[in-house]
Nanobody, 124 residues
Framework: QVQLVESGGGLVQAGGSLRLSCAASGRTSSNYAKGWFRQAPGKEREFVAAINWSGGSTYYADSVKGRFTISRDNAKNTVYLQMNSLKPEDTAVYYC?????????????????WGQGTQVTVSS
């Protein structure tokens, strides 16, 4: 089993920044890709960013490219999402997840462990 715990969410004004953290514990969590997803009220969960096991490769949704940065510290079993230039449309619950396949998975079905989520609210 793998446990994922997100933190760092909150309320921020448009144009501001937040850094989300995802602490992982359990079986060999550093060997798998990690991803961030988000879900706004009434919408489906959507892919935000992914990072491979080493941190050497990353992939972003077009909506956040150039504003968000995903990174990982395997020594701390932690993944981060630095969010800059936040917009009201970034408001959502953000989830950390661990993938089950190699590479950079981008769909919900390619992840098998999920955190409980952390709320990010961007005011205009």
């Amino acid at each position: 089993q793998v446990q994922l715990v997100e933190s760092g969410g909150g309320l921020v004004q448009a144009g501001g920044s937040l850094r989300l953290s995802c602490a992982a514990s359990g079986r060999t969590s550093s060997n798998y890709a990690k991803g961030w997803f988000r879900q706004a009220p009434g919408k489906e969960r959507e892919f935000v960013a992914a990072i491979n096991w080493s941190g050497g490769s990353t992939y972003y949704a077009d909506s956040v490219k150039g504003r968000f940065t995903i990174s990982r510290d395997n020594a701390k079993n932690t993944v981060y999402l630095q969010m800059n230039s936040l917009k009201p449309e970034d408001t959502a619950v953000y989830y950390c997840a661990q993938g089950w396949r190699l590479g950079l998975p981008t769909t919900v079905s390619e992840y098998d462990y999920w955190g409980q989520g952390t709320q990010v609210t961007v005011s205009s």
